[in-house]
């Protein structure tokens, strides 16, 4: 059964909560309805409210894009920004028992799509209150360890956000699991951190690993130049030597796939004077023989790799001539350039990594372009998954 904030605010006052503290407990529990989960989640509850009868739920449930409809097998989301190795997943069958996720606006763009509001801060989180799973999927930040010991392994990675992935698998031995980072993370700190990582994994924690790959979203039906570390690890031996990374899917895709049919509004298209001061920093850049991030794509082109800050919206810029009105809707020192250039739309960020148009935006562009930014290719996440399941 899907929550919506009505059942939460009633269930928090038939709790006795009186801030929003408890309310992803109360969420996870609604959504558990039904569930093996309904009795983890109301144990919970019962602790902390300290009522031995937990009050009825609303018969009306609002409807969400993305409700788990199967269980062949269930996962946890952790760093789940929002929720595309959640959607991956649950293509396949899943159904997602636990997420965590700390920025609240991503919280909101996740409970908005899933009907479930995610877990905060993961060090805050105790094993206790996470149930039993099947596959453990994050997509954890890259930080470099202490290394203080000499093994360089499980305690050498406290106070990093690794450190908690892995004291979850430790208590809760999934059988499986699917981590994704950045490319960097190979070399990172002259290879130490994924060394680290590596050995506690397998020595410290007992799991069986493959070497990592870097997969590439363009070779899984997006069109976008973005690679990725994938890790996964398996409780069992023999399903570690059944597993196979996927093929590529054959066929690449062109930045026209993604692109808008009807004209979008006059605040993506660039002002005259800010085009004009990218084309002369290029030019300024390719003197001195540097690279500079402003880039407008061909049709025919797959996107650079999409990302937060910097050059980010400027290095997939497009032509697009549709827009006829072009009075400017936001504050802009010129007027709006005649050549038809302009970013791409959140929307089409979303497409770049594999959402389906159905998926919600309910945050502003800013923190749209944000959260797909750090998300994940779903597309390769769902590949991948799909040989993990195969090989348990």
């Known amino acids: 059964m899907p929550i919506q904030r ?70 946890i989301d952790l760093f789940a920004g929002i929720g595309g190795m959640r959607i991956a997943f649950q293509n396949l069958g899943g159904r997602c028992v636990f997420s965590s996720e700390w920025d609240r606006f991503a919280q909101t763009t996740y409970s908005t799509n899933f009907g479930e509001l995610p877990f905060g801060d993961i060090t805050q989180i105790s094993t206790s209150d996470i149930p039993s799973h099947d596959v453990l999927v994050a997509g ?75 997969m590439n979203a363009k070779h899984f039906g997006v069109p976008q130049n973005r690679e990725r570390v994938f890790i996964v690890g398996f409780k069992s031996k023999a399903a570690a030597d059944r597993f196979q990374y996927p093929n590529k899917s054959g066929k690449e895709h062109s930045i026209s796939e993604i692109l808008e049919t009807k004209a979008v509004g006059a605040k993506y298209y660039l002002s005259d004077r800010y085009l004009q001061t990218l084309i002369d920093h290029k030019e300024r850049h390719a003197t001195k023989g540097n690279g500079f991030g402003y880039n407008i794509l061909k049709n025919s082109d797959v996107a ?81 998954a799909k040989q993990l399941l195969k090989a348990l």
């Not at 503290?21 to 409210?49: C, M, T």
């Not at 890259?142 to 698998?169: M, N, P, Y």
């Not at 919206?313 to 802009?332: F, G, H, S, W």
Request: proline share 5%; aromatic share 10%; hydrophobic share 35%.
């Open 140 to 214: 954890f930040p890259c930080q470099a360890f202490s290394i203080a010991g000499k093994r360089g392994g499980f305690e050498d990675t406290r106070g990093t956000l690794f450190f908690d992935v892995a004291r979850i698998i430790k208590d809760k031995k999934p059988k499986a699991f699917l981590l994704e980072n950045v490319k960097g993370l190979m070399n990172h700190d002259g290879g130490r951190t994924i060394d680290t990582i590596l050995r506690t994994l397998r020595e410290d924690l007992g799991y069986f690993v493959p070497d990592p790959r870097i």
């Open 304 to 384: 650079n790799a999409i990302v937060v800050g910097g050059m980010g919206r400027e290095r997939n810029l497009v032509v697009d001539k549709k827009q006829k009105n072009l009075i400017p809707t936001t504050k802009i020192q010129g007027s709006v350039n005649t050549q038809g250039i302009r970013r791409l739309t959140p929307r089409e960020w979303a497409r770049l990594q594999g959402f389906p148009d159905n998926y919600l935006i309910p945050v502003s562009d800013a923190q749209a372009y944000k959260q797909f930014g750090n998300s994940v290719a779903v597309p390769a996440i769902g590949a991948t």
């Open 6 to 75: 009505e059942e939460i605010q009633r269930l928090r006052e038939a709790f006795g909560f009186d801030s929003d503290s408890n309310d992803a407990v109360i969420s996870h529990w609604v959504h558990a309805a039904g569930q093996p989960e309904e009795a983890h989640y109301g144990k919970i509850l019962r602790a902390l409210s300290g009522q031995k009868k937990l009050p009825k739920l609303s018969s009306a449930g609002k409807k969400f894009p993305f409700e788990a409809k199967g269980r062949k097998f269930t996962f």
